[in-house]
């Protein structure tokens, strides 16, 4: 008798983890759906929230989208939407979500008024009299939209969210806790600029939004040529007797960084210490590709192009005076005050 109980209870035992284990399979497979009310309660905790970006945004209807915690477009085809169209924000910009629709399979997040042009009932009813007719509030002020959205999306449908559930899903593109537009800028840079940045440093390498986060926006500013003839901008920090900075700029990426001491020594720095070459770059520096064989042209058969890339005689360099006819630099007439 007591060996039968004994069977009876070891088979209990057994069975007991088996049941538990379908049940747990049986609710994490069977997700809820999300019901009308958790979707009034989501777009009333997102809507008119501020948040930091932490990614390009490209302007226009087509934004980014999310699903899996994968984010896409990638980040070179979001540099070609965005030389299409332009930007709606940077890594570090604040915006401000004005829209938050909870679909079928999606949940779109607009921001700074989203991709596509929202008009008023009312626009679209005029009144006419005397020959004319008026829109009752005006017409709109701008036919583009400047905005942008971000879009969850899910295989069968949207399940039960919470606002913390969804804004843990958009964390690769908002930051919503940076409490101020600096602390969200430099969570987005390698952790050598981020300490530069901190400690009011220039690299060279940096671009000039970079330069602005580390010393502010300059006081000072020349344009010239070096010595090679190419055009540069120099912004400069400080002055004698204190220690000044020269900061170069060729295009958007400081190239040299010249530091003058409060005991006159002369530091200076042209080896690149940071490489952030942007996609917006690269695709700037291709514009100027390679024509197809049969492109358009205003040449008459037989005729030859004095320049092959587009057709055009390309005006003969000339001697044009600088900024400088000396030949040196204008910081050296500041540089000369700590001798």
Same mark, same amino acid.
């Given at each position: 008798m007591k060996r039968a109980c004994f069977c009876l209870l070891a088979a209990a035992m057994l069975l007991l983890p088996l049941t538990i284990t379908a049940d747990d399979s049986k609710s994490s497979t069977s997700s809820e759906k999300m019901t009308p009310q958790t979707k009034l309660l989501v777009m009333r905790d997102l809507q008119s929230e501020r948040v930091f970006v932490k990614t390009p945004l490209p302007m226009g209807e087509k934004g980014l989208a999310i699903k899996d915690g994968k984010l896409t477009p990638n980040?070179?085809?979001?540099?070609?939407?965005?030389?299409?169209?332009?930007?709606?924000?940077k890594p570090g910009d604040r915006v401000v979500i004005t829209n938050v629709v909870v679909g079928e399979k999606s949940i779109l997040i607009e921001i700074n008024g989203g991709g596509k042009k929202h008009t008023k009932w009312y626009q679209h009813v005029s009144f006419g009299a005397g020959g004319g007719s008026v829109t009752p509030g005006g017409a709109p002020q701008s036919l583009e939209a400047k905005g942008s959205s971000v879009t969850l999306q899910f295989d069968k449908y949207v399940p039960e969210?919470?606002?913390e559930q969804v804004r843990a899903m958009l964390a690769p593109v908002f930051d919503f806790k940076a409490l101020n537009q600096t602390e969200a800028y430099e969570k987005t840079l390698p952790p050598k600029v981020q300490e530069a940045i901190k400690n009011? $440093?220039?690299l060279v390498g940096m671009d000039r939004e970079m330069v602005v986060y580390a010393k502010g926006r300059p006081p000072k500013k020349i344009r010239d040529k070096d010595d090679k003839g190419v055009d540069y901008e120099e912004w400069i920090y400080g002055d004698p007797p204190q220690e000044v900075d020269f900061v170069r700029f060729q295009g958007t990426f400081v190239t040299r960084l010249e530091i003058m001491t409060v005991d006159g020594q002369k530091i200076v720095r042209t080896e690149k210490e940071v490489d952030l070459q942007s996609r917006e770059t690269e695709l700037a520096a291709k514009k100027a590709e390679e024509k197809?064989?049969?492109?358009?042209?205003?040449l008459r058969p037989g005729e030859q192009a004095d320049d092959s890339s587009n057709g055009r005689q390309q005006p003969q360099p000339t001697d044009t005076p600088t900024t400088n006819p000396g030949g040196t630099s204008p910081?050296? $007439?500041?540089?000369?005050?700590?001798?």
């Open positions: 980040q070179q085809e979001v540099a070609q939407l965005a030389m299409l169209h332009g930007f709606a924000a969210l919470t606002g009011h $440093q220039v197809p064989a049969d492109a358009p042209s205003l910081h050296w $007439q500041i540089a000369g005050l700590y001798q």
